[in-house]
C-alpha cells in the first residue's frame, strides 16, 4: 500500500465533506481513495456514545491505513486483529498489547506465540485444534468461542464460516478449560452492512441461548463480543451511527444483563463513509449499434479496489462532474482483461449519456474494505493509492 499524507487544509468545515473537497481541487493519476480522518474520529465518537458500556475494538481489516489507525489510537479505541502484522500496525500506531484482541479463529502457531509474548491475552477460536494451539503457545490465554448464527440478511453474510453450532461451543467451553485457558466469553458476528438494527434480535437471541447454557454448565462467562456489521451509506442510506448502536445495545443489554463486559468490534460502520475513491473513465462503448445500455470501463475494477462489488452484494454511489445531465442504464467494468472484472451488470447503473473516456467519477463511502483488497497489480493496473488528510 502506498500512504502518503496531504497537508491538513485550512478550512476546517464540517458541513461539507473534506474528503470530497479534497478530490474536487487534486488531480491524481491512478485512482486514489481519500480518507479523512476527522470523519473517522467522529463517526468513532458517535459509536462510542451510542455503544454505551461497549469497549470499541476496531476491526483493522477494514481500513489499516497508519493514520486511520493514529486517530483511533489518540481516542482510546482498541483494536481487533487477525495476523501478527496487523498486530505489528496497531503497535507501529502506538496502541498498547493490553488494547489489542486477536480475533481471527485461523492463527499461525508462530502469530499466536508472537501476540502472546508481546502480552496480548485475548484470543478467539471455534474449533479443538484451535484451542489446542492456544494451549501451546499461548497458556492460559483467554479465549471467546465464536458462535455460528443464522444469517441475518446483511449484505455481505459472514455466516457459514466462522463459528460452531451452539452444542459443539458447549463442548468446545469444556476442552478449552481441560487445556487450562481460561473461557472469557462469547463471540459472533451478525453480518456485514445489517442495514437494519432489528436484524440483530433473531442472532442475539441464538447467543443468548448459548450463554445461559454455558453459564448453567459452569463457564464463568464475563464477556459478549458483538462483532461488526454497522452498516455504511451506500447507494441507501442507512439510520445514524449512534441511533443505530444505541438500538442494538438496548437489545444486547436486554438479553445480556449478567455480561460484565460488551465488546464491539466495528469495521465498515467506522470507516466506510470517511473516504471516496478518485476514479476516471477509460472507456465508454456499446457492442452493438442497437444496444439500450452503454458499457463504462473505470480504471478501477475488483481487482483494484472495488471487491466488495462481488454478486453486487455492496452498491457504491457514484457521481461524475456530469450529474446535472440526461442519464442513461449502463454496464459498469473495471479495466482488467478478466472478463469476472465486471462490477454491476445485473442491475445496471445511471450514469450521464454524455459520459466520456477521461472523466472523473467519484465512487463514495469507500473507505473500508478497498485499499486492502486490491491486488498489487494485475494486468498492470496499479493497487489503490491511499491519501489521509
Ligand atoms: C471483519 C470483522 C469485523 C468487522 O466487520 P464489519 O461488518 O466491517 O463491521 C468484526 N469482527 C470480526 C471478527 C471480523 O472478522
Not at 465518537?45 to 493514520?67: C, F, S, T
Not at 502469530?111 to 484470543?123: C, K, S, V
Not at 442510506?237 to 464491539?264: I, K, S
Request: hydrophobic fraction near 45%; charged fraction near 20%; include cysteine.
Amino acid at each position: 500500500m502506498n500512504v502518503h499524507v496531504a497537508g491538513q487544509t485550512a478550512r476546517d468545515s464540517v458541513s461539507v465533506s473534506r474528503h470530497l473537497q479534497h478530490i474536487a481541487q487534486n488531480h491524481f493519476d491512478r485512482p486514489t481513495l481519500v480518507i479523512d480522518s476527522q470523519a473517522v474520529a467522529r463517526q468513532y465518537q458517535a459509536l462510542d456514545r451510542g455503544l454505551g458500556r461497549a469497549r470499541i475494538h476496531y476491526a483493522v481489516k477494514a481500513n489499516p491505513a497508519p493514520e486511520v489507525l493514529e486517530t483511533l489510537v489518540r481516542l482510546g479505541s482498541n483494536f481487533d486483529a487477525a495476523s501478527r502484522t496487523e498486530i505489528e500496525m496497531c503497535l507501529a500506531a502506538g496502541a498498547r498489547a493490553e488494547q489489542i484482541t486477536f480475533g481471527n479463529t485461523i492463527k499461525r502457531p508462530s502469530d499466536i506465540a508472537f501476540a502472546h509474548n508481546i502480552g496480548i491475552t485475548h484470543f478467539a477460536a471455534d474449533a479443538q485444534e484451535e484451542l489446542e494451539k492456544l494451549a501451546e503457545f499461548a497458556p492460559g490465554a483467554h479465549v471467546c468461542l465464536r458462535v455460528i448464527v443464522e444469517a441475518s440478511g446483511a449484505d455481505w453474510p459472514l455466516s457459514r464460516k466462522f463459528g460452531s453450532s451452539a452444542s459443539m461451543a458447549l463442548s468446545l467451553m469444556d476442552a478449552a478449560a481441560g487445556l487450562g485457558l481460561t473461557v472469557h466469553g462469547l463471540s459472533f458476528h451478525v453480518g456485514s452492512q445489517t442495514r437494519d438494527p432489528l436484524m440483530w434480535a433473531p442472532v442475539l437471541d441464538q447467543v443468548a441461548e448459548v450463554w445461559t447454557a454455558g453459564r448453567a454448565a459452569g463457564h464463568d462467562l464475563k464477556l459478549v463480543n458483538i462483532g461488526g456489521g454497522f452498516p455504511a451509506s451506500y447507494k441507501t442510506e442507512v439510520m445514524g451511527a449512534e441511533e443505530y448502536a444505541r438500538a442494538v445495545m438496548e437489545q444486547v443489554n436486554a438479553r445480556f444483563p449478567d455480561a460484565a463486559e460488551v465488546m464491539a468490534e466495528p469495521g465498515r460502520g467506522l470507516v466506510a463513509e470517511a473516504g471516496a475513491i478518485a476514479a476516471e473513465v477509460l472507456l465508454v462503448s456499446r457492442k452493438h449499434a442497437d444496444d439500450m445500455f452503454r458499457w463504462v470501463y473505470l480504471d478501477i475494477g475488483k481487482f483494484s479496489g472495488l471487491a466488495e462489488t462481488m454478486d453486487e452484494a455492496i452498491r457504491y454511489q457514484i457521481s461524475t462532474s456530469r450529474d446535472h445531465e440526461q442519464t442513461g442504464p449502463c454496464v459498469l467494468a473495471g479495466p482488467s482483461c478478466d472478463s469476472a472484472d465486471v462490477l454491476y451488470e445485473k442491475q445496471l447503473v445511471q450514469l450521464p449519456l454524455g459520459l466520456k473516456a477521461g472523466d472523473r467519477v467519484v465512487i463514495h463511502s469507500c473507505g473500508a474494505y478497498t485499499s486492502t483488497y486490491a491486488s498489487v497489480g494485475f494486468n498492470g493496473f496499479p493497487p489503490l493509492d491511499v491519501v489521509v488528510i
